[in-house]
């Protein structure tokens, strides 16, 4: 059979093989992808990350069905970078996405660390665009925590909710640096929680203080009203939810509606398209030049410059040049 035509015919069997092998980087990978890249730039990725147990998986569900509901198709990525096994936490994804199965305008797809977390932030890249060629309009992609691995993963959405909940101690502290950032959207999950009030006053008084920080205090009366500002930038919208009960889902699902069409209506669509197309051929040439020169040496010659660089008699600039210059 042929694999790629099945799967842009919508065969599910051909999506789940070709995954697959893409994920385990099989030999026909390269090939499978180069096939399918004109047919990727449709779907609309969203990005959900927070720390461990904020619900992001329930959430996941959640937004799926409220997509479901409007028509729309959606694939789902679970990507643990804190897992080496498959199976663990993801088993109590699979659980809890279980009455999503079935449904054919649904594909949830798991994904744990195999080796290093820039090869699990490229094959999540990879298997968004496997799900993007197959025609899913959305592509919900949920990574655990908010550290460099989640935002290399990021990197590859369109939007990006973060998902807080509340009782996690001092809440400002529980914030981490770095999600204002990286966050389009704020979900405040377990709203049915008597404290989740704090958690949204927190993220607010944080926004006011970015934004007074780079443009002044803000005019008027009242804070300034989520989405698109006068200024072009986008202020992200905070939005308290109740995965388990489904509530808040569809104000956050319309949000993100809103900020794809934020994205497309200001030209940032664009430049995302362009900064993701940058980071994918940036990645592919550092780990190819790396895995080139290093194939080229003899097996001795690196622990040996690693070794003199250690021991003083090397500094590393100069070890450098000395493999670029004989490979
Ligand atoms: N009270 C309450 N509990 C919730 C809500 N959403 C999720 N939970 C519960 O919180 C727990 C963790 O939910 P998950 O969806 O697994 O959280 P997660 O963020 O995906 O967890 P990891 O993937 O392990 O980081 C489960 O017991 C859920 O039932 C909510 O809105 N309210
Ligand atoms: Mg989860």
């Not at 088993?91 to 195999?114: E, K, N, Q």
């Not at 404290?195 to 002044?216: E, P």
């Not at 497309?264 to 398209?273: K, N, V």
């Amino acid at each position: 059979m042929d694999l790629i035509a099945d799967l842009l015919a919508g065969n599910r069997r051909a999506l789940a093989r070709a995954i697959s092998r893409v994920e385990d980087r099989a030999d026909d990978a390269r090939g499978l992808l180069a096939a399918l890249h004109g047919h990727t730039g449709r779907a609309h990725v969203i990005g959900l990350t927070g720390a461990p147990g904020t619900g992001k998986s329930t959430l996941v569900s959640a937004l799926a069905r409220a997509y479901r509901a409007t028509g729309r198709t959606v694939g789902v990525v679970a990507v643990d970078p804190t897992s080496p096994f498959s199976g663990g936490a993801l088993l109590g994804d699979r659980v809890r996405m279980r009455d999503l199965a079935g449904d054919p305008g649904i594909f949830i797809r798991s994904m744990a660390t195999r080796g290093s977390l820039g090869g699990l932030a490229r094959a999540t890249a990879d298997v968004i665009a496997v799900l993007d060629a197959a025609g899913f309009d959305r592509i919900l992609v949920e990574t655990v925590g908010v550290g460099q691995a989640e935002v290399d993963i990021a990197s590859a959405a369109h939007t990006t909710i973060v998902v807080e909940a509340p009782g996690l101690g001092d809440e400002v502290q529980a914030i981490k640096a770095g999600v204002l950032e990286i966050a389009d959207v704020f979900a405040v999950n377990k709203a049915d929680r008597a404290d989740a009030d704090r958690t949204v006053m927190a993220l607010q008084m944080m926004q006011g203080l970015a934004s007074a920080g780079h443009h002044g205090p803000q005019p008027g009366p009242g804070p300034a009203q989520p989405g698109p500002q006068a200024d072009g930038a986008w202020l992200p919208p905070i939005v308290k939810t109740i995965a388990t009960e489904g509530r808040g889902v569809e104000a956050l699902r319309d949000w993100v509606e809103q900020h794809a069409r934020y994205l497309r209506d200001s030209g940032q669509l664009a430049r995302r398209e362009q900064a993701r197309a940058a980071a994918a051929l940036d990645h592919i040439l550092r780990d190819r030049l790396l895995a080139d020169l290093l194939a080229r040496q003899p097996a001795e010659r690196l622990p040996a410059l690693v070794a003199a660089i250690a021991g003083r008699a090397l500094d590393p600039y100069a070890a450098a040049d000395a493999l670029l210059a004989d490979s």
